[in-house]
C-alpha cells in the first residue's frame, strides 16, 4: 500500500501500475488496477473513457396485476419505486438516463385460478415497446392457484431515453400475478424488477 501522507488518500498499486505522488497533493495514476481508499477530493474535472457513477432502479408490487385478454402482453403495474442515481420514467418503465452497460433481473409469482388448469405464461423485458432477445421465459401452470415463480435476468447495452419495462402474457383470463404470502410478516412482493448499470 503506498500512502500520499495526506489527509485519508491512499493508493493500491497493481503489479503493472505506477504512482507518483507529487508536491501540493498531487497524484498521478498510471497502469491499471490501482483503488483509492478513503475520500478523493477533487476540484478540476475526471476525465476517463471508463469512469462512471454507479445507478440502480428498482421496482415492486403487491397489487395483483390480472390479463383481462389472453394472448396480450401487459406491463407490470409497479406499486413500490427506489431509484438511485440519474433515472426517471413511471408506474410501468425505467427510462435510462446514463447510456452504459445494465443489468436488468426481474421475476414474478404466477397464479392460475381454474379447476384443471392447463396455461401458456411468460414474462419478458422490452426496451422501447420492443422485446429484447435473451429476456423471454415461460411457465405452464398445472395446479389449481399454486404458487410459480417466473425469474430471468439479462445483461445488455441501453443508451439515453431507453423505455424499459417487464411484461407478461398468458392464454388465460383466470391466471394472475399475485401470492398468498403464505408465511411473510409484511406485505411481499408479487412481482419485481431491478435494473443496475455495470459498466
Known sequence: MYSLGKGEKSVERSSIGMVIGGLMGFLLVSGLGEIVWGNLEVTGNITAENVF?????????????????????????????????????NSTSMVVNDAGHYQVCYGGSLKDSTISPNSQNAMRVTKNGAELEHTYIELDLFKQNADEWLSNCY????????????????????????????????????????MERMG
Do not use: L, R
Open 53 to 89: 457513477i454507479p445507478t440502480h432502479s428498482f421496482g415492486s408490487t403487491n397489487i395483483t396485476q390480472t390479463v383481462a385478454q389472453v394472448d396480450t402482453w401487459y406491463n407490470i403495474n409497479w406499486s413500490y419505486t427506489h431509484i438511485e442515481g440519474n433515472w426517471s420514467g
Open 155 to 194: 445483461e445488455g447495452d441501453f443508451i439515453t431515453g431507453d423505455a424499459v419495462s417487464i411484461q407478461y402474457i398468458s392464454s388465460d383470463v383466470d391466471v394472475t400475478i399475485e401470492s398468498d404470502c403464505t408465511y411473510s410478516d409484511v406485505p411481499c412482493d408479487y412481482a419485481f424488477a431491478s
